[in-house]
């Protein structure tokens, strides 16, 4: 079946412009992450949506960082007067339902590589 | 929370078994314990996860010690395709990712 995809692959954008990531998850999963992976770094947690609970925002890095999920499917993370230091690469998963025994296998896209001039 | 440690890298030969170390002293009980891998300029890949229980499936197996303190993930016959970042998560929730140990294999 089809996975996780994520919109666009590759943005190039200039200091101070806002962006939109699109994340698609895989169809009945119930969680959705953002992740974000600068270049040789660790994955840096952004934000998680489980159901209709209020989302974990714990790991957003400013506020210029913020994310929708729209009826509990696709997600957009919006970016607000880009940074030079926001060039990373953004990650969306998705998983059944960690509530569900306690387990949580997360499906990765395969990213859009943001590059902020 | 268990906060896990692992080694920032390792070396393994081609066509030995790769073991991988994970500490997770601070782990309750119900924390399973999860293992990705990130190969270069690809999204993270399920490997495998356990309770209490050693696991084994296609990909790895995974040996839990008894106190449940820390665990090991094995590749039984390492190919240059499994060079990667590996992480170690354990977590009752959600899963968040630390650092991860890089595994180079050696030709």
């Known amino acids: 079946g089809a996975g996780v995809s994520q919109s666009p692959s590759n943005k190039v954008t200039e200091k101070g412009k806002d962006v939109e990531l699109r994340c698609d998850p895989i169809s009945g999963h119930t969680a959705l992450y953002w992740y974000r992976q600068s270049l040789g770094q660790g994955l840096e947690f952004l934000i998680y949506f489980q159901g209709n609970s209020a989302p974990d925002k714990s790991g957003l890095p400013s506020d210029r960082f913020s994310a929708e999920r729209t009826g509990g499917s696709v997600s957009t993370l919006t970016i607000q007067r880009t940074q030079q230091e926001d060039s990373a690469v953004y990650l969306c998963?998705?998983?059944?339902?960690?509530?569900?025994?306690?387990?949580?296998?997360?499906?990765f896209g395969p990213g859009t590589r943001l590059t902020v001039l | 929370d268990a906060k896990t440690t692992q080694p920032t890298s390792m070396d393994c030969a081609e066509g030995r078994a790769a073991n991988l170390p994970c500490n997770h002293s601070t782990i309750s009980g119900n924390e399973y314990v999860y293992w990705y891998r990130q190969i270069h300029s690809q999204g993270p890949q399920y490997i495998i996860h356990g309770l209490k229980n050693n696991e084994t499936n296609e990909m790895a197996s995974l040996i839990i010690t008894e106190d449940r303190k820390s665990s090991t993930l094995i590749l039984p016959h390492a190919t240059l395709r499994d060079t990667a970042v590996y992480y170690c998560?354990?977590?009752?929730?959600?899963?968040?990712f630390g650092k991860g140990t890089r595994l180079h294999i050696l030709p």
């Open positions: 998963a998705s998983s059944r339902n960690p509530l569900a025994g306690n387990t949580d296998t997360q499906y």
């Open positions: 998560i354990a977590r009752d929730d959600k899963i968040i």
